[in-house]
């Protein structure tokens, strides 16, 4: 007989192969060269700008975290595969939030695209919405199925609570659904910065993971090295990533007003769709009492 939570990891260690199949052939991300993305006239801060805004845009046609994530990378691999001038920036960038909607979203979620402009107020019109979708299906060879950094925080979640119950519940007060809000909220932020583009999603998702892991049990260093033999990343790669993780949620956190709680405020709303998602996905999969 299999010990408790030997089966789970195991189909979730099948999971975690698959998806960083899934990265390698298809992970593309844009590459800074003189100030801009290569190829076009945008700066880091517009690309900034873009994806706060993109999230702002998530959050009131509430869409699910893994929309967003889907949406934002869809937008990635355009950015590194097509010149793209800045003036279309926020039409590819709704463009590729409602096409990430179209694969995760229930059909009852997703309203018309006519009704989506009108909630963002965006003054493009359906048919120019409709021609860039057909423009980005074309450049990504209709191949949408890109692995994402909240893929992996799933899966890397999944597989502490079934190797780890004990810690897991411990670290995040025994609601584990909680603690894999707040990775996703600071994915959210770090999605929006560009020293990060050179990191690929398994690494950034871990690299989040491991500094909250640190911070919460000495016991840290032994998962940690657990889950990079599984992810298979390179040591020095997830270094590099997790300082820079690190350097980029701290100086985010001390740009925020000193009255301000938690330096994830700025995206959170009230009913916030986020803590929701893990409470419907992971509710019953703890077995938690309400």
């Avoid at 089966?7 to 298809?26: D, F, H, I, P, V």
């Avoid at 820079?244 to 009913?271: C, M």
């Amino acid at each position: 007989m299999k010990p408790p939570g030997e089966e789970e990891s195991q189909r979730l260690g099948t999971l975690l192969l698959n998806t960083l199949a899934r990265e390698m052939r298809l992970w593309r991300a844009p590459v800074l060269k003189n100030g801009c993305i290569q190829g076009s006239d945008i700066s880091p801060p517009q690309y900034q700008e873009v994806i706060v805004w993109l999230r702002e845009m998530s959050s009131l046609f509430q869409f699910s975290s893994e929309t967003f994530a889907l949406g934002v990378y869809v937008l990635n691999s355009l950015l590194a595969a097509v010149k793209t001038q800045q003036k279309y920036l926020k039409c590819v960038a709704i463009t590729s939030l409602i096409l990430a909607a179209k694969i995760n979203e229930e059909d009852e979620v997703i309203a018309s695209v006519k009704d989506l402009l009108e909630q963002s107020r965006c003054k493009f019109s359906t048919a120019e919405i409709l021609r860039m979708e057909r423009v980005i299906l074309n450049k990504l060879h209709w191949d949408l199925f890109i692995a994402t950094p909240m893929d992996f925080i799933h899966i890397f979640h999944g597989l502490l609570m079934s190797r780890r119950p004990q810690l897991m519940l411990s670290i995040s007060q025994k609601r584990p659904c909680l603690q894999a809000s707040l990775w996703t909220r600071q994915l959210q932020h770090c999605m929006a910065c560009h020293q990060l583009w050179q990191f690929k999603d398994s690494i950034l998702a871990l690299a989040i993971i491991t500094l909250e892991l640190e911070r919460l049990t000495p016991d840290w260093f032994s998962v940690f090295t657990d889950l990079l033999r599984k992810a298979h990343v390179v040591k020095n790669t997830f270094i590099c990533c997790k300082e820079t993780v690190d350097e980029y949620l701290t100086g985010l956190e001390r740009s925020l007003p000193t009255n301000t709680s938690t330096f994830w405020t700025p995206w959170e709303q009230k009913g916030d769709p986020d803590v929701d998602d893990f409470y419907d996905g992971f509710w019953c999969l703890y077995d938690e009492d309400i």
